[in-house]
């Protein structure tokens, strides 16, 4: 790394934790006012939520304050309630996302069915309907939960800015992200029983398989984790339609990139780093950009790949298993190029945004540099 590299990302490092700093305070403060029901239970649920909502990178909502920030807004808590909001959203999209994956922990811990199921079965609750066991209930009451945490959200964000000239664009352009995100899970959720169909002839299916991974990632990615933050921040700063629209070309190659790392450290990375079991995205069949590669170049590794892809308890033999094939067939160097790619067009289009400062320019190289950089 040279030294204007290195420059570069303490300056991104340096606003990255100023932000995180002061967001962390506002969440705790807003956090207090969400435990708070007049119901003992659902207060309980009210207190998982905030709990949850507790311990996250906060990247979304340093993006919000970025993109204020680019639009020459100066004091940044006029955007820490926008960012907070978008935090706020995020969990209640992550509980969503945990009942899809059964997942059992988030942020190192327990996501909200399994809190539930617990407290079910360690009181001996019995089971009332005879279609429902404490696993049904808990996914059930999770569901509200998370359903809870995007419209406290979306509150959030309405009862801050209600005097604000901007506030109706902001929420039409906030919930489209949520829309966004929600119709990327959707994709991912449906798309390997979708290419089941008999009615698609082999070419058709690699087709609608590659261009559906490209619609995951900018939906459930790009959207959702990197350009609608900025784009919020920049829209309360008040930038040039133009301006945004440029930022925004930028900022799809980032979250795209950000994705293909994420597909990348879900297969080869160190459990303790990922935060999560490594073999999930085998086990949960996730549409990942090393899959779509082998899927549409090599039958043979295909047929392989499928004895592991699926499985409910997925072994580190697997794991290792899997980590081969993908380095074989070249699916790991396709995604490592890939992501270059759009690391390297991110770049172009940085210099190319002549509105920009060069010390906001120096923020965003920086925070392309952190990005490439991630093990997690």
């Not at 790394?1 to 705790?28: I, P, V």
């Not at 239970?41 to 009210?46: A, D, L, Q, V, Y």
Request: hydrophobic content about 35%; overall charge neutral; charged content about 30%.
């Amino acid at each position: 790394m040279s030294m204007s590299e290195k420059e570069d990302l303490n300056l991104f490092l340096s606003f990255y934790k100023e932000s995180t700093a002061r967001l962390t305070k506002a969440a705790k403060a807003y956090n207090r006012s969400l435990k708070k029901d007049p119901n003992p239970i659902i207060k309980t649920f009210r207190e998982d939520l905030a709990d949850l909502n507790e311990g996250g990178k906060m990247l979304r909502g340093m993006l919000v304050g970025l993109g204020y920030s680019l639009a020459g807004g100066k004091d940044l808590k006029e955007s820490d309630p926008l960012s907070l909001a978008f935090e706020i959203f995020q969990t209640g999209i992550l509980i969503h996302d945990d009942i899809i994956d059964n997942a059992e922990t988030r942020r190192g811990k327990l996501t909200v069915q399994h809190r539930y199921e617990h407290r079910l079965r360690v009181r001996n609750i019995e089971m009332l309907a005879e279609v429902d066991g404490p696993r049904d209930v808990a996914r059930s009451a999770a569901l509200c939960t998370g359903d809870l945490g995007l419209f406290c959200s979306n509150l959030y964000l309405a009862e801050s800015y209600r005097n604000h000239s901007s506030l109706g664009d902001l929420l039409c352009y906030f919930d489209n992200i949520v829309i966004d995100t929600i119709r990327g899970e959707l994709l991912d959720v449906v798309l390997p029983y979708e290419l089941q169909d008999s009615s698609y002839d082999e070419e058709q299916k690699k087709k609608l398989l590659e261009n559906s991974v490209k619609d995951i990632y900018h939906l459930k990615t790009s959207r959702y984790s990197v350009i609608g933050p900025l784009h919020l921040g920049m829209m309360l700063g008040g930038m040039d339609e133009d301006q945004m629209k440029a930022v925004d070309r930028f900022a799809d190659e980032i979250g795209i990139a950000y994705q293909i790392m994420d597909d990348i450290l879900g297969i080869y990375a160190d459990a303790g780093y990922l935060g999560k079991d490594v073999g999930s995205d085998i086990a949960e069949f996730k549409q990942t950009i090393l899959w779509m590669y082998v899927r549409t170049t090599d039958p043979e590794a295909t047929e392989e790949l499928l004895k592991y892809y699926g499985k409910k308890r997925v072994t580190k033999k697997d794991i290792e298993a899997v980590r081969r094939i993908f380095r074989e067939t070249g699916a790991l160097d396709y995604a490592r190029g890939a992501m270059e790619a759009c690391y390297e067009r991110a770049r172009r289009k940085l210099k190319r945004m002549k509105f920009l400062s060069p010390e906001q320019k120096a923020v965003l190289n920086g925070f392309i540099i952190w990005c490439s950089g991630r093990s997690r």
